[in-house]
């Protein structure tokens, strides 16, 4: 259920510059990202302008600017991960889908986000499908993993 | 309280609260700068200026470290000098590298520091930038591949000109320069007042060429290519071309557009004569039959479309006149086609501008009659000076030569135009003319002059009484505009130019930013007034013909066609 603006803003009476990311954190809490009509109002509320706020959020890997798909894949790129080949894991994500992390691929299907730490680190290198884990993922089981979905909505 | 810092083993004085910088400028010492702009609050983020604190070891920025007592510093330690190289070699290694092809090639502060530090070789091999160009603005190119983030760009955008258009994006090695969402500069807030340019180290951020457009008219045997440069310009080019900064070369210019090819060469302080006629009559009619006031000046684009964007409130309070560029190009396609019998389809109208916005200008729909732009292409002061050279002209050789007429006789209120503050002068002595039947005193009016970001003056005009301001910097011109949205009524008539110190310095001047060069240009309009046998517009013999002629009266219908517009709200991200 979407929250509006106003609704959202009424928990920040008075609200300066310091509030802009507790808003922002809000706003992509609620609508599963950041649009450029809530940067406007937000740049309207806070008195900031648009391109500071788009820095502020660019600078940080938790916002994103495009809606998630209807599947949001979370890659860990913690430590463990890391250093079981998460690199390659993302790689081969984004190859496979077209997509950049933070980017949702055209059909709305899919969405990529890079996460710092899943808290799974037994089973590295991990990703999170709507809430669903999988555990050692290589490149070869990404693609099973990414076609199952594809298939059971082609049906 | 002043104390003793030492510094590469010399007592030298300090102030409290001074940065080390300040102390070390003051006394002939010079450290390398690049992110620090005087008077800006320090960024210390390129590290260039670091020095060395011998008491703790450890390396400081100078623009950006307060002095403190006791302080010893090593300015050149191998320490420092090795770190110093390191910073441009790491800047260098992600650089595209292209510099024979760059337009800033010998006038950039990346390879003068470069070449400052001995980097003859490559030590250090990064991933190269692979940013897009944007090329989407009608005056600014920005190409990001070239920027090495000192934050200049940001800093000017923000605090000069209150705008904002542009900002860090990203982070760590992926950050780049760039509007909000990252659209291209057309669409953004930008107001092509081109002052980030000016201060670009490298050339991450230039003006939009018009080069092959004018050289393909000067080809052309069917087109007559007229010229026009702006007031500010016969006094800004002479350091791009050797000469003493602020020395007008006004016939030199002359004779220089001439050889180079130019069939006609008209002065833009004509015109800005025309908008004086114009606008003096607009604010007397305003002021006599209850007209929106204050009225604002309308000469400086940048401010135009920053109106349009940010306080559209105060659009009905713009001056409908065009600027002087402006009517100038209609003038030539209508009043000067007629009078040699050209087809204005047939004229390639050329302007010389110290201005990018200018360029915007330009091409604005409004400027347009039947399908032609009034102005086809805009060249800045720096463009001038290269178009000497493209074309060989030895400047030093020449002899000076005038105007071309009808359009070339100015009197020197139009030339005031240059300097902030000049409008208004301009503008009251033939208002003061118009409303009591005599001249000025002097002409002068001494409190509208220097380069102060707010003028204020209180005026009589026989029993009328009037509130004149004058701002300059387009963040100055949100405060001003601020306290009459809340309720200040002593003000009748306000000049507002985006630039600091007014078009000399605009973001069309010569790169190497130096206020005692805005000062000397400005001193130079001033003598030129001085020296000057018409003060006022209203005595310029060229401008009563026009009138007589063509327009007939000031705001009269042909006028109203051709030196007016209209201005309306944009809708951008702000």
């Not at chain 2, 081109?194 to 991450?204: D, F, H, M, R, Y």
């Not at chain 2, 940048?302 to 600027?323: G, H, L, Q, R």
């Not at chain 2, 000076?385 to 000076?400: C, M, S, T, V, W």
């Not at chain 2, 309720?487 to 069309?508: L, S, T």
Request: charged share 25%.
């Amino acid at each position: 259920m979407k929250t509006s603006f106003e609704a959202i803003v009424k928990n920040y009476p008075n609200a300066k510059n310091d509030s802009l990311i507790p808003i922002l954190q809000k706003i992509q809490d609620d609508e599963g990202y950041i649009s450029e009509n809530s940067v406007i109002k937000v740049g309207e509320y806070l008195k900031i302008p648009t391109s500071k706020i788009y820095g502020v959020a660019t600078f940080y890997n938790q916002f994103r600017f495009e809606p998630t798909g209807k599947y949001h894949i979370q890659v860990c790129r913690g430590t463990a991960c890391h250093v079981l080949g998460s690199a390659s894991v993302l790689q081969e994500l984004e190859k496979h889908l077209k997509i950049k992390a933070g980017q949702t691929s055209r059909d709305g299907l899919f969405s990529i986000e890079v996460v710092a730490c899943i808290g799974a680190c037994g089973l590295a290198p991990v990703i999170c499908v709507n809430g669903e884990f999988f555990a050692k993922v290589t490149k070869e089981s990404i693609k099973e993993i990414i076609d199952n979905y594809r298939n059971k909505e082609s049906k | 309280m002043s104390f003793q810092i030492e510094v590469n083993n010399r007592n030298l004085e300090a102030n409290k609260g001074e940065t080390i910088l300040d102390v070390l400028n003051r006394n002939g010492i010079k450290v390398p700068t690049l992110c620090h702009m005087k008077d800006f609050f320090p960024s210390g983020s390129c590290r260039m200026c670091v020095v060395e604190n011998l008491r703790t070891g450890k390396l400081i920025t100078a623009c950006s470290y307060p002095v403190e007592e006791r302080m010893k510093i090593k300015t050149h330690s191998p320490k420092v000098i090795e770190s110093r190289k390191t910073i441009v070699e790491l800047l260098l290694s992600n650089h595209p590298d292209d510099c024979l092809f760059c337009v800033r090639t010998g006038n950039c502060d990346l390879q003068k520091l470069a070449k400052e530090h001995n980097i003859t070789e490559r030590r250090i091999t990064g991933v190269k930038n692979n940013h897009n160009l944007d090329l989407s603005s009608s005056s600014i190119v920005r190409d990001p591949a070239k920027c090495i983030l000192c934050g200049r760009c940001v800093q000017v955008c923000e605090q000069v000109m209150g705008v904002s258009a542009i900002d860090f994006l990203n982070r760590g090695s992926n950050s780049y320069i760039g509007t909000a969402f990252d659209k291209g500069l057309n669409v953004s807030s930008c107001v092509n007042c081109g002052q980030c340019i000016l201060v670009c180290p490298t050339a991450a951020l230039t003006e939009k060429n018009h080069f092959p457009g004018i050289q393909e008219a000067l080809r052309n045997p069917e087109k007559t290519v007229v010229v026009q440069y702006a007031p500010a310009i016969t006094v800004s080019l002479a350091e791009e071309l050797g000469f003493k900064p602020g020395k007008d070369i006004n016939g030199i210019i002359n004779a220089a557009l001439r050889l180079i090819g130019f069939n006609k060469v008209f002065d833009t302080s004509f015109t800005a004569d025309l908008t004086i006629m114009e606008e003096s009559a607009e604010l007397i009619d305003r002021i006599q039959n209850n007209g929106v006031l204050p009225m604002i000046t309308s000469c400086c684009p940048a401010w135009v479309k920053y109106a349009e964007e940010f306080v559209t409130d105060f659009i009905p309070n713009i001056s409908s006149c065009k600027s002087p560029q402006q009517m100038m190009g209609a003038v030539i396609k209508s009043y000067f086609a007629e009078k040699s019998n050209i087809k204005p389809e047939d004229i390639y109208s050329v302007s010389i501008m110290p201005c990018t916005a200018k360029k915007f200008e330009a091409q604005r729909e409004e400027m347009t009659h039947n399908g032609i732009s009034d102005v086809d292409a805009v060249i800045t002061t720096r463009e001038l000076a290269q178009f000497i050279r493209l074309y060989g002209i030895d400047i030093h050789n020449i002899e000076p030569e005038i105007a071309d007429s009808p359009l070339g006789v100015r009197s020197s209120a139009g030339k005031l135009f240059g300097a902030t503050g000049g409008v208004m002068e301009a503008a009251v002595r033939t208002t003061y003319y118009k409303l009591t039947g005599e001249e000025l005193i002097n002409f002068r009016i001494p409190e509208a002059r220097g380069l102060k970001k707010r003028k204020e003056i209180k005026l009589k005009i026989g029993d009328l009484e009037i509130g004149l301001a004058v701002v300059n910097g387009l963040a100055n011109a949100k405060i001003l505009l601020d306290e009459i949205k809340a309720g200040r009524k002593d003000i009748h008539f306000i000049e507002i130019m985006a630039c600091p110190g007014g078009c000399i310095g605009g973001g069309g001047q010569p790169i190497e930013f130096d206020e005692n060069n805005v000062i000397a240009r400005m001193n130079s309009l001033y003598d030129i007034d001085d020296r000057a046998t018409i003060k006022v517009s209203h005595k310029n013999p060229d401008i009563i013909e026009l009138y007589n002629q063509f327009l007939g009266k000031p705001l009269g219908s042909k006028s109203h066609k051709l030196l007016h517009t209209k201005y309306c709200k944009r809708d951008v991200l702000l």
